[in-house]
């Protein structure tokens, strides 16, 4: 298994315009998580799932922010309009229950 | 409400020097922690988890209830520790599970 896989892993982009960050969890796992990692804050949970549906979405800083898991083996985050503040490092994690989660290398987005 | 508080953000300690990095936690359930690392240019991965009471690359993390404490401890730093450190707490939510995270502690080790 390769892991869990992100896309893009980077993203350079200007304010105002559409952000998609892609996940593809590993196999057989049924929790599916969202970070943002930050100097300021840290790793902070933006949302999960649980078998595709969107558990506690509590942690999303804005409406900007939307994720969806259209199945078990794909989800996204979406950020319209992207603004400055939202450059950070964004992470996806899966696990078999969330015990261990398994983390993607991460995709570093930059709002200018 | 469920926290983890890691009060430093960065550590700095010399090569063969013990070394302790602190977390605290709030929740009112049972608590099952972690410690996730995260070395230079790779992603996060669980270096070890309360319930094992195992002992990963010579470190060790004791669970104090009593304190609400999961320190990370290790007597003999190496360069190699080097790296960004996560405390995690699982957290139970109504029938489902999060792990929420905090903020890390950068530990340097120098020579």
């Known amino acids: 298994d390769a892991g869990v896989i992100q896309s893009p892993r980077h993203e350079v982009t200007e304010m105002g315009q559409e952000v998609t960050l892609r996940c593809k969890p590993i196999?057989?796992?049924?929790?599916l998580f969202w970070y943002r990692q930050t100097m300021m804050r840290g790793l902070e949970l933006l949302i999960y799932?649980?078998?595709?549906?969107?558990?506690?979405d509590s942690g999303m800083p804005e409406d900007r922010f939307s994720a969806k898991m259209p199945n078990a083996s794909f989800s996204t985050l979406k950020i319209q309009p992207s603004e400055p503040r939202d450059s950070a490092v964004y992470f996806c994690?899966?696990?078999?229950?969330?015990?261990?989660?398994?983390f993607g290398p991460g995709t570093r987005l930059t709002v200018l | 409400a469920q926290r983890v508080t890691q009060p430093e953000k960065l550590l700095s300690v010399f090569k063969g020097a013990p070394v302790e990095l602190k977390c605290n936690y709030s929740?009112?359930?049972?608590?099952?922690l972690f410690w996730y690392v995260q070395y230079s240019r790779q992603r996060l991965q669980l270096l070890l988890r309360?319930?094992s009471r195992e002992s990963i690359k010579g470190f060790t993390a004791d669970l104090n209830k009593g304190e609400t404490s999961f320190h990370l401890k290790k007597p003999f730093a190496q360069e190699e520790d080097s790296a960004m450190y996560y405390c995690?707490?699982?957290?139970?939510?109504?029938?489902?599970?999060?792990?929420?995270f905090g903020k890390g502690t950068k530990l340097t080790v120098n020579p």
């Open positions: 994690a899966s696990s078999f229950l969330a015990g261990e989660a398994y």
């Open positions: 929740y009112s359930g049972s608590p099952e």
């Open positions: 309360h319930i």
């Open positions: 995690a707490l699982r957290a139970f939510q109504g029938g489902s599970e999060k792990l929420v």
């Open positions: 196999s057989g796992h049924d929790y």
């Open positions: 799932f649980n078998n595709n549906v969107p558990i506690d």
